[in-house]
């Protein structure tokens, strides 16, 4: 996993990969809010949600070649606040793909996502 530190709060920072997401035209699948559903529960967990966004035209191509990379799809990236307080934002990079499932003839789709999030995760901590 890649993790950058953010020096925005959860929530700022959500809402800024939010916003960087609507304006890429990323169609965002789900926000999942680990910390709010502990707290449903009456449990506490430090702040943290997920990202999980995506474009279906590239992770079509991927799944067609082998379908087995549809547990990775669509993409994640995960924003919590760790025990010294701080905000981290994480990802995992999709070139790791390329070995555990065998993309090879998709492989430059999966460089185009390794990219895209690294500039994603920049933008939202610059």
Same mark, same amino acid.
């Given at each position: 996993?890649? $993790?950058? @530190?953010?020096?925005?709060?959860?929530?700022?920072? #959500?809402?800024?990969?939010?916003?960087?997401?609507?304006?890429? &035209?990323?169609? $965002?699948? #789900?926000?999942?809010? @680990?910390? &709010? &559903?502990? @707290?449903?529960? @009456?449990?506490?967990?430090?702040?943290?949600?997920?990202? $999980?966004?995506? +474009?279906?035209?590239?992770?079509?191509?991927?799944?067609?070649?082998?379908?087995? $990379? *549809? /547990?990775?799809?669509?993409?994640?990236?995960?924003?919590?606040? +760790? &025990?010294? =307080?701080?905000?981290?934002? *994480?990802?995992?990079?999709?070139?790791?793909? /390329? +070995?555990?499932?065998? /993309?090879?003839? =998709? #492989?430059?789709?999966?460089?185009?996502?390794? +990219? *895209?999030? #690294?500039? /994603?995760?920049?933008?939202?901590?610059?």
């Amino acid at each position: 996993m890649l $993790i950058k @530190h953010s020096p925005y709060s959860v929530t700022e920072t #959500a809402d800024r990969l939010q916003k960087i997401l609507n304006s890429k &035209g990323m169609h $965002i699948f #789900a926000i999942v809010d @680990h910390s &709010g &559903g502990a @707290h449903k529960v @009456h449990m506490e967990l430090r702040e943290e949600k997920v990202f $999980i966004f995506g +474009d279906p035209k590239i992770g079509t191509f991927l799944m067609q070649e082998n379908p087995l $990379i *549809g /547990i990775e799809l669509p993409l994640k990236i995960l924003i919590w606040q +760790d &025990g010294q =307080n701080l905000t981290q934002v *994480g990802y995992t990079n999709p070139l790791s793909f /390329i +070995d555990e499932y065998g /993309i090879m003839k =998709n #492989a430059q789709f999966l460089l185009k996502m390794s +990219d *895209g999030l #690294a500039q /994603i995760v920049s933008e939202v901590i610059e």
